[in-house]
């Protein structure tokens, strides 16, 4: 068994397509703008796992969403091979980080804001 998809509150899902796409370099999986549907894959695995940017008006997801935000809590965590390389390239996009790459315990961290009501956090091991 494994992951084939998973989902990403957002607060415009067509925002997020755009951002997830363009900035961050995912891929489409399937786009229908008019049904606020979008799924992204990454280009490194494009028949792995997919993210579904999910619009945040179901279920109170708004209200979790925005506490996950103001705790400072990342939503999703991308795995990154150089984390210094693609923060620097990110940050040339004008991706908003919340600092710089830092050594945990568990590998290097950095997190940035995705535009779209998120924390995300990528991780080098």
């Known amino acids: 068994m494994k992951i084939a998809l998973t989902s990403i509150f957002v607060n415009d899902p067509n925002v997020a397509f755009k951002f997830y796409t363009e900035v961050l370099g995912?891929?489409?999986?399937?786009?229908?703008?008019?049904?606020?549907?979008?799924?992204?894959?990454?280009?490194e695995d494009k028949d792995?796992?997919?993210?579904?940017?999910?619009?945040?008006?179901?279920?109170g997801a708004k209200d979790f969403q925005e506490r996950i935000y103001n705790a400072g809590l990342p939503y999703v965590i991308f795995g990154v091979t150089?984390?210094?390389?693609?923060?620097?390239?990110?940050?040339?996009?004008?991706?908003?980080?919340?600092?710089?790459?830092?050594?945990?315990?568990?590998g290097m961290?950095?997190?940035?804001?995705?535009?779209?009501?998120?924390?995300?956090?990528?991780?080098?091991a």
């Open 48 to 59: 792995g796992t997919a993210l579904l940017l999910e619009p945040n008006v179901n279920l």
């Open 26 to 43: 995912f891929v489409t999986k399937m786009h229908v703008p008019e049904a606020n549907l979008a799924i992204v894959v990454s280009p």
């Open 82 to 106: 150089n984390i210094n390389e693609e923060f620097e390239r990110l940050k040339k996009l004008g991706v908003k980080f919340r600092g710089e790459p830092k050594q945990t315990e568990f």
């Open 109 to 124: 961290q950095v997190i940035f804001e995705d535009t779209c009501g998120n924390l995300v956090q990528l991780h080098q």
